[in-house]
């Protein structure tokens, strides 16, 4: 009995204790939501941390909002890249009483806890998730900075054909590799070439010899990947050591300093994309790239994505000076401002319009830009 | 053809780390009738831990094969103590509860070793020091990695060290014995506190040698490895029955060749309709097979006998 | 169940009827009280909370009543989750009442329960444990790859825009109207897994109270000698099984309907353990302890949430990320619970006296005879 008395007690006491949270008149609050636990941990972390720098930069301008000073906070919640726990976090931060989200990472994170934002007319801003689905269920309030599966995948099958006929291609059976690799698929179709095999792995494997092996039969040109960079660099060392010469191309889950460090030696003259043009080429990109090194240390992929989220709808709220989403919203519509990726502008679904992808490749153990396709994003 | 040796190659390396990791397992399961959920976890420590030191003695400039042994002496260690620890923690109380207490407390306690290693390491993943420069063999047009080599030769003087404990060593007889019965093993004589740690620290050491040689071949470290890597050595002990010795060394190198054609082969079989994405199930499609026309494992289990 | 209360509750009807009057009162309010001293979510939070009491139960009586390890209970809560989902939504167009698709998921469910339990039937304790875990791998991994020739499930980017539950054509995700109060939708779906949890807690009080539920206990305690007695061991197991799996569809229909997506990412490994570990930690076999587990297991995760603004609180700044600590400490309190009560936090009185009788050499003997019987 004693038991179930302490049992009570606790159930009691976290009812008064569990905070329901109206926000500070002077502070803002923004939501970050990314899996900060589990196989991606590190992806999520990187969001997290680009954000918080961004943050902290406009907060150092002292911004006013309707003539007061306002402070922004970064509300930061781990989904662990499940759909449910996204959707719990989702209602916990509406309730909290974010006025917009940068996140979440997954598309199948992203995907269910948009309707929950979009119900509360919450904007909602992806640095990572990539799923056509996401922008195409008819919400007002989803958008991402980040190139769908299609502008990426067609741009990486083109690439592909060029620099060999036969393409063999290996998705993860995530919604992200799968969505890359059928898009990719389509794009080698469209630009002559033959997808002379294709292989599945998953997001937790690191034995790839076997479908390697089974590829190596169907002597392909090049081999692409839609996966992310824990299995692209075991991949492409097992690739070498089974004396495939082929190239190796793959997405942005791919294209992070943590492939280089894991990959070695092997990861030489691999192909990686990324949306938004090269840190090089942007006004602010060496800038960013120095803060971030100095606070987080390295860039893996999505930080200067999450920083960018940040940007547009924190600069939103201040040009429509207000946090009320009805206010601002119209106003992130239209924006059109230079991020860290590259220029950014939305389409009526909330896509980046006419994003540009960058293809990168390994030289002597760096990303090095090697063509850059598409966008012309007005300025 | 030579796809088909390839392919077979392949296999008997993942499996010879399935079975050094297998063997674990049903070492802890023969004496305790326990399923160590956090066996998998020692096996992340044993990588994590072998190349933090490997690391850092790589850069210091020590010669590879002195940074090797030490960095081998170092992940044993750690996981022998590990599991010594969990074992007289959270095993040794419970040990005549009802059965499914000690299942639920390893799960607990694989969940807190994976977490104490993402805050001990963080979430990056650790990539093995390149220390080994990588040769690779021809044979009959299979290739094959100087590293692959060095794993079957390890894992095989492992296995063998095993049976030679196992067999020839008083505490080797005393494990059987305390496998076998454990009041009358107590009543001979056995102290089988000691004889239950000293199965632990074995099983462990083993899982510090495989984690070494899992981080060597594919090169990373993660505190999420354990899991799946576990399960499926411990699906593989089972394969072979579980208690058994042999059998987890038949069940690992069996399961590791099953994965391999599998997923070169699966597509072809079917025509189609399944391919390498259910390339995980397919162990377990034949492990439920095997287990409904010999509901014992290929070997017949080693377990306690009451009656 | 008549451990809920004193005793004297049960000697006076009035008593009795005046309890069972207060909790009734107290569920009934509980959304709103939820709402106003915690905030929305933690509604959402208490709505998953009845859909694992519901699960839990189920695997209680695979588990706790009939003594079968099972691994893979998620298969049947995934099965019942995409048959709603498939059926329900722009997938293939189809789009059934839910009143029509809830009781076919879990017919489907049911039927998939005997599937999975037939091949098991020889199988002894941990063997049974791997081959219901490989079951459960099985189902997910077909989930997540029957996209192509034709796509059912629609892979790994699951099933998106499943229709809501409609009473009289008002979809219960928003606000509706209810006797001049309008309520929002975290609130109605409470009230609709509050009656079907408490049909599920019905449902299973009886079984555990009947013949079958008498044989369960036998099989469970000692199969060779159940068997002496006469009953039909093969057949009961199959129906543990069964009905395990019904409640688990149940479960998983009602789950597509309220969260509106599907994805296999929802139904890992993990998932099964995690209802494993409520009906173990809760006291495994006793209804009102699966349902206390069930409760804790769903809500101790999402306080821990709370160990930053706790430790800001304290001691002025963050020590530790939160997020590194969450899973630690539910891990902690797994093995720390497990090592002080094994029995379970709130187990049946029959198994709190097996383990604690007050005569040591009683202990000595019940331990000895319990040894034996587990095998």
């Known amino acids: 009995m004693r038991s179930k008395l302490l049992i009570a007690c606790i159930l009691g006491a976290s009812y008064w204790t569990a905070p329901a949270g109206a926000a500070d008149p002077a502070t803002v609050k923004i939501g970050c939501v990314a899996p900060l636990t589990g196989p991606q941990a590190h992806l999520g972390k990187d969001i997290e941390n680009g954000a918080r720098l961004a943050v902290d930069a406009i907060n150092a301008t002292h911004p006013t909002l309707g003539g007061q000073p306002v402070q922004f906070v970064l509300q930061v919640e781990d989904d662990a890249a499940d759909p449910k726990t996204a959707t719990v976090v989702a209602q916990k931060l509406v309730d909290e009483g974010v006025k917009g989200v940068v996140g979440h990472l997954n598309s199948g994170a992203s995907i269910p806890a948009s309707r929950i934002y979009a119900d509360n007319d919450i904007p909602q801003i992806s640095p990572a998730s990539t799923a056509v689905a996401y922008t195409h269920q008819g919400f007002k309030t989803t958008y991402r900075v980040m190139a769908n599966d299609s502008q990426q995948g067609q741009a990486l099958g083109k690439y592909a054909t060029k620099l060999g006929k036969r393409v063999a291609v290996i998705d993860d059976r995530t919604a992200y590799g799968q969505g890359l690799i059928d898009e990719v698929v389509k794009g080698v179709a469209a630009a002559g070439g033959e997808v002379v095999g294709r292989e599945y792995t998953t997001d937790k494997s690191t034995d790839f010899t076997a479908i390697l092996t089974s590829l190596k039969s169907k002597k392909p040109d090049v081999v692409v990947f839609g996966g992310m960079d824990p299995q692209a660099a075991p991949m492409i060392r097992q690739l070498r050591t089974l004396g495939m010469k082929t190239a190796f191309m793959g997405g942005d889950g791919m294209q992070s300093a943590e492939f280089l460090k894991l990959a070695g030696p092997a990861g030489e003259g691999a192909i990686g994309s990324s949306p938004g043009l090269p840190l090089a080429k942007m006004p602010g990109g060496a800038d960013f790239r120095k803060r971030f090194n100095e606070r987080f240390g390295k860039v893996q992929i999505y930080a200067p994505f999450a920083h960018d989220a940040a940007v547009v709808m924190i600069q939103a709220m201040l040009r429509a000076d207000s946090t009320e989403p009805e206010k601002y919203l119209p106003e992130l519509a239209k924006t059109r401002i230079d991020g860290v990726i590259g220029p950014i502008a939305f389409d009526d679904k909330g896509d980046l319009k006419d994003g540009p992808v960058t293809l990168y490749q390994v030289k002597k153990g760096h990303w090095e830009p090697v063509e850059t396709v598409g966008g012309q994003a007005a300025k | ?307 | 169940m008549n451990d809920l209360l004193p005793e004297r509750f049960y000697r006076d009807p009035r008593l009795a009827w005046g309890a069972y009057a207060a909790l009734a009162v107290l569920l009934v309010a509980l959304p709103f009280l939820v709402d106003a001293g915690m905030g929305r979510s933690w509604v959402r939070i208490l709505d998953f909370a009845l859909l694992y009491v519901m699960l839990a139960l189920g695997l209680n009586i695979v588990v706790g009543f009939a003594g079968l390890l099972d691994l893979g209970y998620v298969a049947f809560y995934a099965v019942g989750a995409y048959f709603y989902a498939i059926l329900a939504s722009p997938q293939l167009g189809i789009h059934l009442p839910f009143w029509a698709l809830l009781p076919l998921g879990a017919g489907v469910a049911c039927l998939f329960g005997v599937l999975l339990g037939a091949p098991t039937l020889r199988l002894r304790g941990d063997y049974l444990a791997i081959v219901t875990l490989g079951f459960g791998e099985i189902i997910r991994i077909f989930l997540n790859n029957l996209n192509a020739p034709i796509n059912l499930t629609n892979g790994p980017q699951g099933i998106n825009m499943i229709d809501p539950v409609r009473i009289a054509d008002a979809s219960l995700r928003r606000p509706t109207e209810w006797l001049g109060v309008t309520l929002p939708g975290t609130h109605t779906h409470y009230y609709l897994f509050l009656l079907l949890t408490l049909a599920v807690i019905f449902m299973a009080l009886r079984l555990q109270g009947s013949r079958i539920g008498r044989a369960w206990a036998a099989i469970r305690e000692d199969e060779v000698a159940a068997e002496a007695m006469g009953i039909n061991t093969r057949n009961l197991k199959l129906l543990a099984f069964a009905m395990g799996a019904t409640f688990g569809g149940l479960g998983g229909g009602l789950f597509a309907a309220f969260q509106g997506f599907v994805s296999p990412e929802s139904f890992t490994l993990m998932e099964s353990i995690m209802i494993l570990c409520m009906v173990v930690l809760g006291g495994m076999g006793h209804i009102p302890g699966v349902i206390l587990g069930a409760i804790l297991v769903t809500v101790l995760p999402e306080l821990l949430r709370y160990i930053g603004p706790l430790q800001e609180g304290l001691l002025g700044r963050v020590l530790v990320d939160p997020a590194d600590l969450r899973m630690l400490l539910f891990g902690l309190a797994l093995v720390v619970v497990m090592l002080f009560r094994p029995q379970g936090l709130w187990p049946s009185p029959v198994r709190a006296r097996e383990l604690h009788p007050d005569n040591p050499d009683l202990v000595r003997q019940e331990q000895e005879a319990l040894y034996d019987a587990e095998r």
């Open chain 2, 1 to 307: 053809m030579d796809v088909l040796l390839q392919q077979l190659v392949n296999g008997l390396i993942l499996g010879s780390l399935y079975a050094l990791v297998a063997l674990g397992y049903t070492m802890v399961y023969g004496i305790l009738e326990l399923i160590n959920f956090a066996h998998g976890e020692i096996v992340m420590l044993g990588a994590m831990v072998s190349v933090t030191v490997l690391g850092l003695l790589v850069a210091a400039g020590v010669p590879v094969p002195l940074a090797l042994a030490v960095a081998l002496a170092a992940a044993v260690l750690v996981c022998m103590a590990t599991g010594v620890l969990v074992e007289r923690v959270a095993y040794r109380p419970l040990r005549n509860a009802p059965r499914l207490a000690p299942l639920i407390t390893a799960i607990g306690v694989s969940i807190v070793l994976q977490n104490l290693a993402m805050i001990i390491w963080g979430r990056q993943y650790l990539s093995f020091p390149p220390v080994l420069a990588p040769h690779v063999y021809e044979w009959h047009g299979a290739t094959v990695s100087n590293v692959q080599l060095l794993i079957v030769a390890v894992a095989a003087l492992t296995m063998g060290a095993l049976l030679l404990l196992v067999q020839r060593t008083r505490l080797g007889r005393a494990m059987r014995a305390t496998a076998q019965h454990r009041e009358v093993a107590g009543l001979m004589g056995v102290d089988v506190n000691r004889v239950i740690a000293a199965t632990f620290a074995v099983g462990s050491a083993l899982a510090a040698v495989a984690g070494l040689l899992i981080a060597a071949y594919y090169g990373i470290a993660h505190y999420n490895m354990g899991f799946l890597l576990g399960l499926k050595a411990f699906s593989a002990a089972v394969l072979g029955g579980i208690g058994n010795i042999p059998g987890a060394l038949l069940g690992g190198l069996l399961l590791g060749v099953i994965e391999s054609l599998g997923a070169g082969y699966i597509g072809d079989l079917t025509g189609g309709f399944l391919g390498s994405h259910y390339q995980d199930i397919f162990a377990f499609f034949i492990l439920i097979l095997v287990l409904v026309f010999r509901p014992s494992g290929l070997l017949g289990e080693r377990v306690a006998d009451r009656a």
